[in-house]
């Protein structure tokens, strides 16, 4: 059971057998919590190396070595109200909204090595004010727009579905493995060419060609209760979604660095794929999160929905990452 307060009431989140939720004990908050770090002076390049800070980002970032990150993946709080564990993010304007984003991201663009690459996200209402505002500070190369497969039903307007992840890198020279994103695709129409497939090969499992990754993203599921990396963290990304992004931008040995963690899926996913990682996130419970999601990652390194070194299809029987 989880304990859910409300309006100053503690309730008891019931949830069924089934529901492989993450979720924390108080033996695991007193476990976890010697390992969250806070900042009040200079920290040095390993100091921040594997690390989870529980803090407000402005009160941390200024302590980070420049030019220390080799990839960064940012998912901050859309133009909408939501209740982040207690912190509330409320909707403003799209101008008022552009400048909360300008009032950390210079902040974070000076921990970017000159090589480095970065992934902003976001919906279809402020994707524009992120544009803007990456633009000014980085070369802006690319925008992957992903299908969240699932979304509230409208009467009026269209379903919202999909997100988007604004791709910018610091220069003109940066890291980027289009090989390590393949991903594998049954084949519907298996074309030969003097009776041997082309461009596809045939398994036990089926008729499958390995194909570059494009800028749609259609295999993507969001976490639920019956996948063990879901939290209850409200705008939580998939661990499929951050694995293309680090192994796309990224070498193995890389820093990974998320200013804002959540429950820790950039870093989980940074480690079970050989990368460095460092986070920072303001709210105690979600570092938590995280802590208990890095310890399980040393035992456990899959990945649902990719598996032998390639990313595959929904509904492949291939998802579970083993």
């Known amino acids: 059971m989880a304990a859910v307060v409300l309006s100053g009431i503690n309730m008891e989140k019931i949830r069924s057998p089934r529901n492989h939720t993450t979720e924390l004990n108080d033996g695991e908050r007193a476990l976890y919590a010697p390992k969250l770090c806070t900042a009040f002076q200079p920290l040095s390049q390993e100091e921040i190396i594997n690390r989870t800070y529980n803090g407000n ?3 941390v970032i ?11 993946i940012i998912d901050p709080p859309y133009n909408l109200s939501k209740n982040f564990g207690g912190n509330k993010f409320t909707a403003r304007s799209n101008d008022a909204y552009r400048e909360y984003l300008e009032s950390w991201f210079p902040l974070i663009v000076r921990v970017l090595k000159k090589n480095a690459s970065l992934y902003i996200c976001g919906d279809w209402k402020c994707t ?19 299908q969240r497969e699932k979304g509230r039903g409208a009467v009026s307007n269209w379903k919202n ?14 890291y980027f493995d289009a090989d390590a994103v393949k991903q594998k695709r049954r084949v519907i129409a298996p074309y030969r060419e003097n009776g041997e497939p082309k461009d596809w090969k045939e398994t036990d499992d089926g008729k ?6 494009s800028n749609f993203w259609d295999d993507i599921t969001v976490p639920y209760w019956s996948m063990s990396e879901n939290t209850d963290h409200p705008a939580q990304k998939p661990e499929k979604l951050i694995a ?3 192994l796309a931008s990224s070498k193995p040995g890389a820093l990974v660095f998320d200013p804002f ?7 989980v996913t940074a480690k079970k794929l050989g990368r460095k990682y460092c ?24 990945i649902q929905g990719y598996s032998g070194g390639v990313f595959w299809e929904r509904n492949t029987g291939r998802e579970q990452g083993k």
Request: charged share 25%; net charge negative.
């Open 244 to 246: 293309k992004l680090i």
């Open 62 to 72: 200024k302590f980070f070595p420049p030019e220390s990150v080799d990839l960064m």
């Open 57 to 59: 980002l402005f009160d």
């Open 261 to 267: 963690l959540g429950s820790g899926t950039t870093s």
């Open 128 to 146: 524009a004010a992120l544009y803007t505002v990456v633009n000014n500070f980085l070369t802006v190369r690319n925008r992957i727009t992903w």
């Open 208 to 213: 499958f060609r390995l194909t570059c990754a």
């Open 161 to 174: 579905s999909c997100e988007d992840i604004w791709f910018a890198t610091v220069g003109p020279d940066y």
């Open 279 to 302: 986070g920072i996130e303001m709210n105690t419970e979600y570092c938590l999160l995280a802590e208990k999601r890095l310890a399980r990652a040393d035992c456990d390194k899959s």
